[in-house]
């Protein structure tokens, strides 16, 4: 039978993968519809921002008429988590939050938008009579989940791709939620050498997010945003020179009251992200006492992977952080830290009420080392983040809530009701099985880059050999050929994202 597919891959790097791909498959895999860049069939990113860019077949909604394609979504068991799942998503591109936004306001919009989007995308994949879909990144933008809940509801065979931290390797697996589930006992293969204590070497953290650097100063790039924001947000205000002042003064206030590495305007400014910079600026003068009993749950950057398309309900940060409160042995704290690239995204003024409300929650400053409050710290609790895995490496139990790629490495607890803090932190195991479990997990991923961010991870990248060897690396998933790295079993009860 041959492969029909829906692909959700854009740039250049991907359109290469996907032509190499179908060249080496030699008439076994045809593609039936690319969502993409331009020279896609319809251009993917114009969804997220509902802007009018065409791709080889026009624009997706362009003279589209109902006709019920999507009754099989609707039907699909959880329908209701599945709609607020692409929601929350699709806010990542509002007003608020960028200069080039969608125009959607208020809820009935989001639901309105979901669902013409989600029943032009079954229309045209069973016009084009795909029977697989290849998601090239983990689904988290708001339009690529819509296509994996429309695949998934009319029964395409999907396969979801992942980029990894581990230089040139990619992870796979069928389904969203299987994200992180393996059994280090299915394969032999050697341990992974890692160093006790070591911290993982992330090309996107900056090692200054962890020290008490200089208080900063107002930027050109601050004021250039500020003024971008009146113009296209605020003109008004340009007939109010002393409220433009005003502005002006509280921002650099900001500036003066955080370290200097943040530059909270550096990239984009609204005002609803003033209250936001300025009650982080509160916590700055806090103290840490590290010889509390704690849990320590550094906060993930929203909108992301990790809380948007892994978290489940924990998307909803606070939510975790008031499950771990209820599950408190007496006497513990948590200790809370926001994450250094975050902005005022799922940070509103109530979600610091939240927290508030909590008598064992304090909000650490940003110069408090993440390294060494998850090695001192009781356990350390995270939707999906790495900070989980850094506290394994550190030989420190982990508690996950979400989709993390090291859910199955031993240390690591699986939230659940009733769940024994006091048991989980009481968690030792050998060094050795970490490396172990490491190992086998390494032995499951595909070789190739996939995500081109990361491909500074691989020095001296052959471009041409590595299209060819991912190409052929997803070619053996899609035939069956190789296993997903991540399979999750008929028996593992672990609530993660809905599927």
Known sequence: MTIRLVVDGRGTLRRGILDALVAQADGRVEIALHLGDRDADFHAACLQRMEVRNGKLGHLLRDHQTRG????????????????????????????????????????????????????????????????????????????????????????????????????????????????QFDPRDTDAPPLPIKKGDQPDLFYMDDRWQTEGPRGRITRAAVANYLKHIVLRDPASLLRPDRMIADLRRISAIYGALPDWRDPFAKFFHRNEMPYYEKLASFEGQAVDYAAKFVYIPLHNQ?????????????????????????????????????????????????????????????????????????????????????????????????????????????????????????????????EALEHAAGQLIARCHDGVIELLYSRMKQALDERANVATAAKGILDLLEGRVAPTFRASKEDPCPTASS
């Not at 396969?159 to 389904?175: G, H, I, K, N």
């Not at 909590?358 to 001192?376: F, K």
């Open 303 to 431: 909108p992301e992977m990790s809380t948007s398309a892994l978290g489940g309900v924990f998307r909803d940060q606070a939510l975790m952080v008031e499950t771990v409160a209820r599950h408190l042995p007496q006497g513990w704290r948590i200790y809370v830290k926001e994450n250094p690239r975050q902005n005022s995204f799922a940070r509103g003024p109530l979600f610091w009420h939240r927290l508030s409300r909590l008598p064992s929650v304090q909000i650490l400053p940003s110069h408090a080392p993440t390294h060494e409050l998850t090695a001192r710290a009781q356990l350390t609790a995270t939707v999906a983040g790495t900070a989980g895995w850094e506290a394994l490496i550190k030989g420190r139990p982990a508690l996950v809530f979400g989709g993390g790629w090291w859910k199955s490495f031993p240390g690591v607890s699986r939230f659940h009701e009733g769940i024994d803090l006091q048991a989980v932190a009481a968690t030792t195991f050998p060094h």
């Open 69 to 180: 394609a999507d009754m099989a979504l609707l039907a699909s068991p959880g329908f209701q988590n599945l709609m607020a799942t692409a929601v929350d998503q699709m806010h990542r591109g509002s007003q608020y939050y960028n200069y080039r936004s969608h125009n959607l306001v208020n809820l009935q919009d989001y639901l309105d938008y979901y669902h013409i989007v989600t029943e032009a995308l079954a229309d045209r994949i069973a016009a084009a009579g795909a029977t697989h879909a290849l998601f090239m990144n983990m689904p988290h933008l708001g339009y690529d989940t819509m296509l994996y809940q429309v695949a998934r509801g009319m029964g395409l065979k999907t396969l979801v791709l992942c980029q990894t931290t581990y230089s040139d390797r990619f992870f796979s697996m069928e389904r969203i939620e299987d994200m992180g």
